[in-house]
């Protein structure tokens, strides 16, 4: 028998007071030394990025009715409210004499006012608004596959750690061939399994697979992510974000590796490498249940699944991102974009704010993403008002993406690049970049194949309908087979890194970043696991 389904609000009075709470112990867990950075990390995710963005959402009266996709429009907001709110300290404080506007007390001044201002706005203009939702109806069988995937979380880490200390990789075998085999499972129970399951399972599966790769080393691991961390470093040292340490340097306008990472490490005091190793992925999970979220307005929810499983299964998504943090805050704030474009339940007005806000942020985050998704608006455009003009049914369909969105997201663009920031230059080098491989510019600026991600993205939900499970089980297999075939210990793996971090940086700090490049790039040195 089907059990039935309890439908619960949460009023805005209870929203406030409970954020006010949150906010509170955030503050004082912050503010107390010797806290262990394990337990003030979630509970400051929570309590500044969840809680902000739940009062932002709100403020803007977000329809509630779905649960899941209110939850991610609330993470974007709050994600949204720490970069922008970030730069807004960054460049205002030093005017009342601050002059370490990014310090710990600064922060929390400005996160504690803002959450008051927002929970009063809420209880005094929103009082009708309400979070109806109904929640998940426990079984055994579902409870039992959504607990299953956190296992694999647990097993990557683990992994990673017994490959750094010599081990073998037959427990980050097992897990690879776990998830496999769990897909597999699972799609063969669709029917018994509660559609929530998904949400959860994905999560879990995609930060496994991403810790797999950032875990391995006690350092950063990869490849620009050596520049990324040391425009970090430069933001962190002086507790203020300056384009004058690095003038005309890409990776210097990308807030998502210069202000954000410092706020993260400066208010969790989390080791500082740890902040792009753990932090950073916590979030990036996110992105394959929002393609979910998106595919199964369109699809099945099975289908919906496979779709974001298609796009987490691939190596470039756990062995490419991982090392490329600006992309990976792109590319949250690119599926959102998305989530926004495709809601047809939200009001016009509120979608068009998010819109903006979204776009402004993935701006800010990652020039190349920012060139690709304002290609794609233009070329949309030019197909929409192409079939109007051809296809006469077409003609009187309301428009999702508008010229004067282009117009605005292109304008938001120059204002950034020019101006602001002086990277302007980078885009020529972007748009002759024809062999897919890492450019390299005048200015230091890459761009990696790991850019297209949002072709890919789009492209993961538009051919899900005609992919096979096995597709993406058999990358994940595939993986694995290469990890037991070729990934024996490398004891030299964090003396590698080492070396070729005091390299590369050496040459960072001169601000000879070309040579820098060439050397690092010549070197060749990768770790010979996952």
Same mark, same amino acid.
């Given at each position: 028998?089907?059990?039935?389904?309890?439908?619960?609000?949460?009023?805005?009075?209870?929203?406030?007071?409970?954020?006010?709470?949150?906010?509170?112990?955030?503050?004082?867990?912050?503010?107390?030394?010797?806290?262990?950075?394990?337990?003030?990390?979630?509970?400051?995710?929570?309590?500044?990025?969840?809680?902000?963005?739940?009062?932002?959402?709100?403020?803007?009266?977000?329809? %509630?009715?779905?649960?899941?996709?209110?939850?991610?429009?609330?993470?974007?907001?709050?994600?949204?409210?720490?970069?922008?709110?970030?730069?807004?300290?960054?460049?205002?404080?030093?005017?009342?004499?601050?002059?370490?506007?990014?310090?710990?007390?600064?922060?929390?001044?400005?996160?504690?006012?803002?959450?008051?201002?927002?929970?009063?706005?809420?209880?005094?203009?929103?009082?009708?608004?309400?979070?109806?939702?109904?929640?998940?109806?426990?079984?055994?069988?579902?409870?039992?596959?959504?607990?299953?995937?956190?296992?694999?979380?647990?097993?990557?880490?683990?992994?990673?750690?017994?490959?750094?200390?010599?081990?073998?990789?037959?427990?980050?075998?097992?897990?690879?061939?776990?998830?496999?085999?769990?897909?597999?499972?699972?799609?063969?129970?669709?029917?018994?399994?509660?559609?929530?399951?998904?949400?959860?399972?994905?999560?879990?599966?995609?930060?496994?697979?991403?810790?797999?790769?950032?875990?391995?080393?006690?350092?950063?691991?990869?490849?620009?992510?050596?520049?990324?961390?040391?425009?970090?470093?430069?933001?962190?040292?002086?507790?203020?974000?300056?384009?004058?340490?690095?003038?005309?340097?890409?990776?210097?306008?990308?807030? %998502?590796?210069?202000?954000?990472?410092?706020?993260?490490?400066?208010?969790?005091?989390?080791?500082?490498?740890?902040?792009?190793?753990?932090?950073?992925?916590?979030?990036?999970?996110?992105?394959?249940?929002?393609?979910?979220?998106?595919?199964?307005?369109?699809?099945?929810?099975?289908?919906?699944?496979?779709?974001?499983?298609?796009?987490?299964?691939?190596?470039?998504?756990?062995?490419?991102?991982?090392?490329?943090?600006?992309?990976?805050?792109?590319?949250?704030?690119?599926?959102?974009?998305?989530?926004?474009?495709?809601?047809?339940?939200?009001?016009?007005?509120?979608?068009?704010?998010?819109?903006?806000?979204?776009?402004?942020?993935?701006?800010?985050?990652?020039?190349?993403?920012?060139?690709?998704?304002?290609?794609?608006?233009?070329?949309?455009?030019?197909?929409?008002?192409?079939?109007?003009?051809?296809?006469?049914?077409?003609?009187?369909?309301?428009?999702?993406?508008?010229?004067?969105?282009?117009?605005?997201?292109?304008?938001?663009?120059?204002?950034?690049?020019?101006?602001?920031?002086?990277?302007?230059?980078?885009?020529?080098?972007?748009?002759?970049?024809?062999?897919?491989?890492?450019?390299?510019?005048?200015?230091?600026?890459?761009?990696?194949?790991?850019?297209?991600?949002?072709?890919?993205?789009?492209?993961?939900?538009?051919?899900?309908?005609?992919?096979?499970?096995?597709?993406?089980?058999?990358?994940?297999?595939?993986?694995?087979?290469?990890?037991?075939?070729?990934?024996?210990?490398?004891?030299?793996?964090?003396?590698?890194?080492?070396?070729?971090?005091?390299?590369?940086?050496?040459?960072?700090?001169?601000?000879?970043?070309?040579?820098?490049?060439?050397?690092?790039?010549?070197?060749?040195?990768?770790?010979?696991?996952?």
């Amino acid at each position: 028998m089907e059990k039935k389904i309890s439908h619960r609000e949460i009023n805005v009075k209870q929203i406030c007071l409970a954020s006010m709470g949150w906010m509170v112990l955030t503050t004082l867990l912050i503010l107390i030394p010797n806290v262990s950075t394990w337990i003030v990390t979630p509970v400051f995710l929570i309590g500044i990025v969840g809680v902000l963005g739940l009062l932002l959402a709100v403020n803007l009266n977000l329809p %509630s009715e779905k649960l899941s996709e209110y939850i991610f429009y609330t993470t974007g907001l709050g994600l949204t409210y720490v970069m922008l709110g970030g730069l807004v300290i960054n460049w205002g404080f030093p005017y009342l004499g601050i002059s370490k506007p990014l310090a710990s007390l600064p922060l929390m001044f400005f996160f504690d006012i803002s959450t008051i201002v927002l929970s009063a706005y809420a209880y005094f203009l929103r009082r009708e608004y309400a979070i109806a939702f109904n929640p998940p109806i426990l079984d055994g069988t579902s409870s039992f596959f959504a607990i299953v995937p956190a296992s694999f979380v647990v097993m990557s880490v683990a992994g990673a750690e017994i490959l750094n200390n010599g081990g073998n990789g037959t427990l980050t075998l097992a897990m690879l061939f776990g998830i496999a085999f769990y897909v597999l499972v699972l799609m063969g129970s669709r029917r018994r399994v509660r559609q929530w399951v998904y949400i959860p399972a994905l999560y879990c599966i995609s930060l496994a697979l991403l810790l797999m790769y950032s875990l391995r080393s006690s350092h950063i691991l990869g490849w620009d992510i050596n520049q990324e961390y040391q425009v970090f470093q430069m933001t962190l040292q002086n507790l203020v974000w300056k384009m004058s340490y690095y003038p005309g340097l890409d990776y210097n306008a990308c807030l %998502s590796i210069t202000i954000l990472p410092t706020i993260f490490k400066v208010l969790t005091n989390m080791p500082s490498e740890y902040v792009f190793k753990v932090t950073f992925q916590l979030l990036f999970a996110t992105v394959p249940v929002t393609v979910y979220v998106i595919a199964r307005r369109y699809l099945t929810e099975s289908l919906a699944f496979l779709a974001a499983f298609l796009l987490l299964s691939q190596r470039w998504f756990f062995e490419q991102l991982p090392a490329l943090t600006r992309q990976e805050v792109a590319f949250i704030f690119f599926v959102f974009i998305l989530l926004v474009l495709f809601d047809a339940q939200m009001p016009k007005r509120t979608r068009h704010v998010l819109f903006y806000l979204f776009s402004m942020v993935l701006i800010l985050s990652h020039y190349s993403t920012a060139y690709i998704w304002l290609t794609l608006m233009f070329g949309t455009l030019i197909l929409s008002y192409a079939a109007r003009l051809l296809f006469s049914p077409f003609r009187d369909r309301v428009m999702i993406l508008t010229p004067t969105m282009f117009g605005i997201s292109l304008a938001l663009l120059f204002i950034w690049q020019v101006p602001l920031t002086s990277t302007a230059g980078h885009f020529a080098a972007f748009a002759t970049n024809n062999d897919g491989q890492i450019s390299i510019t005048s200015t230091g600026g890459t761009t990696s194949p790991a850019s297209l991600t949002p072709l890919r993205v789009v492209g993961g939900i538009v051919v899900a309908p005609v992919a096979l499970p096995l597709i993406a089980i058999e990358s994940v297999a595939r993986t694995g087979i290469m990890t037991a075939l070729f990934a024996s210990p490398d004891l030299n793996t964090d003396r590698n890194i080492q070396f070729v971090e005091q390299i590369t940086l050496s040459e960072l700090e001169k601000k000879n970043w070309i040579p820098g490049i060439l050397r690092y790039r010549s070197i060749g040195i990768h770790s010979k696991s996952s």
